[in-house]
């Protein structure tokens, strides 16, 4: 039916964006609402941009040892974003000139991605960020074959430095090298991130 169809295009077109901008402004409130410390100063008031991490705002303690009232804001902020990005990966594929295997594992490992993604605030932290990060290298890399083949030259260049920014975090998660510059890193890394996914949702919308 199309006015079914058209509605549901609708959808996955305001989702994506409309979630990132929630995520961003809950960021910003979890942030305010940080009672404080980090792994250099515990004992620092608030939340700092260059020396906390995302995930300390999902804990249920601050790293000062205080109750997080921020925890619950995060959390949200966390699910928003990863749904939002689901309904990017289901869709993505429209865009490129592929076959319809290398679309399912966009959608597919995009999807399997950001559901992990969900279990980065429980006790399974780490064993989520190391495979949604493995799901999400397949998707990333899946998506860059269908940009290059497409002609989306400028994606596909912002893809590669999205690639080389998380290979670079998740580098410096595991050595535990060069750690003081984590928690910046990790920010620009997701900003950098969701730029590029936001962009490509808005060329898919252009030419649906």
């Not at 303690?61 to 749904?83: D, F, H, Q, R, W």
């Not at 620009?188 to 590029?196: D, R």
Request: net charge positive.
């Amino acid at each position: 039916m199309p006015g079914l169809t058209t509605n549901r295009g609708s959808i996955l077109n305001v989702i994506p964006p409309a979630g990132v901008i929630c995520f961003i402004v809950l960021y910003i409130v979890a942030a305010f609402m940080y009672p404080g410390g980090n792994y250099l100063d515990p004992s620092q008031k608030g939340f700092s941009i260059l020396h906390n991490y995302w995930c300390d705002l999902l804990n249920e303690k601050a790293v000062n040892g205080e109750t997080n009232p921020a925890s619950p804001v995060a959390i949200t902020a966390m699910v928003i974003l990863c749904v939002s990005l689901m309904f990017v990966w289901y869709s993505m594929p429209k865009l490129f000139l592929i076959n319809n295997t290398l679309k399912t594992i966009i959608q597919v490992s995009g999807i399997i991605s950001m559901a992990i993604a969900l279990f980065i605030f429980t006790r399974y932290h780490s064993e989520a960020i190391t495979y949604a990060g493995l799901f999400g290298g397949i998707a990333f890399l899946a998506t860059f074959i269908g940009l290059y083949r497409s002609g989306r030259y400028t994606l596909f260049a912002l893809g590669i430095l999205c690639l080389v920014m998380g290979v670079v975090t998740f580098t410096i998660y595991k050595t535990r090298e060069c750690l003081i510059i984590l928690p910046f890193i990790q920010k620009v890394t997701l900003l950098l991130c969701l730029v590029w996914l936001v962009l490509i949702n808005n060329r898919r919308r252009k030419t649906v």
